[in-house]
């Protein structure tokens, strides 16, 4: 199950989950408390049967702030960089979504739970007739990105590493094109033409969607070469790297241009 979302190229976070004979696994727990127990509320709707496991993403708060509103048998399942961040950093990434969402959306209420089990390469679980496959296959948006494959109905949920189908393309928040690029081309050899791709935000995707991230990543760093290597000045290189092709992409003017750009001219 996905969240249900409209035609617009960019929507709230999407979660899910996967239902075995013996219980339940939920991708994503959302934002904060009441997203959290909707997601729980449609689980329940679904299946009496305990939710034996959460998987988060990223650390990411609309991913992962959620996490406290579930059940305390309910074994958290992240990256260990995942769960370094939300040991270490609660506190400044929920004033950096405060800031972000504004007061009142809940977030102040938000508790740190972080993962019971970590995962750095990969891990397999049997619901009982359902099993999910956690894999991490690189950096894109964090260093914690984990896919959840739900092997059976040939569904994968890959959270910020696939931000929306397009017309969106990758944030690069962290920088690291070089590295993004080399995991987006993974994801896209391990995957099938019929595999359903649950990005973070949006619409459901398809394999071949993927081919527009790996285009974009690849000519946004092609781009940010030559313009290192013709000395361009900033001005001349960021319009050197607007890539109006791109432009569809409704959060194109602020993500391009006050995120990707600056990212692939920085020093890495």
């Known amino acids: ?9 960019h929507t709230a976070t999407n979660a899910g989950f996967a239902v075995g004979d013996s219980g339940v696994l939920v991708v994503e727990s ?3 408390g009441r997203l959290a127990s909707q997601v729980i509320g449609e689980v329940r709707k679904a299946t009496p049967l305990p939710i034996r ?44 979504m405060i800031d972000l969402l504004g007061a009142n959306a809940g977030i102040e209420e938000a508790m740190a739970r972080s993962a019971d089990v970590t995962v750095t390469g990969s891990c397999s679980l049997d619901l ?18 984990l896919v959840v494959r739900i092997r059976e109905d040939n569904i994968v949920f890959v959270g910020n590493m696939l931000q929306a189908p397009p017309p969106a393309f990758p944030w690069l928040l962290d920088g690291r094109a070089d590295e993004a690029l080399d995991t987006y ?9 019929d ?3 649950v990005p973070g935000h949006g619409r459901t995707m398809r ?9 974009y990543l690849e000519k946004l760093i092609s781009l940010a070469r030559d313009a290192q290597d013709n000395k361009l000045p900033a001005d001349q290189a960021r319009e050197a790297l607007a890539m109006k092709e791109y432009s569809d992409y409704s959060m194109y003017e602020f993500i391009h241009f006050q995120v990707n750009i600056p990212a692939v001219l920085s020093p890495q």
């Open 1 to 9: 199950m996905a969240s249900d979302v409209d035609d617009t190229d």
């Open 30 to 32: 959302l934002s904060n």
């Open 53 to 96: 496991f959460l998987v988060n993403t990223s650390f990411h708060g609309d991913h992962c702030f959620g996490n406290f509103a579930f059940p305390a048998q309910t074994v958290i399942i992240q990256h260990e960089a995942t769960k370094r961040v939300i040991d270490e950093r609660f506190e400044q990434d929920r004033a950096f």
């Open 128 to 145: 009982g007739g359902k099993h999910v496959d956690i894999e991490h296959i690189g950096y894109a948006q964090t260093d914690g990105d």
């Open 185 to 193: 081309r993974r994801l896209h050899d391990i995957l099938d033409d």
């Open 195 to 197: 595999t359903l791709i």
């Open 207 to 215: 394999r071949a969607d993927i081919l527009h991230s790996i285009a």
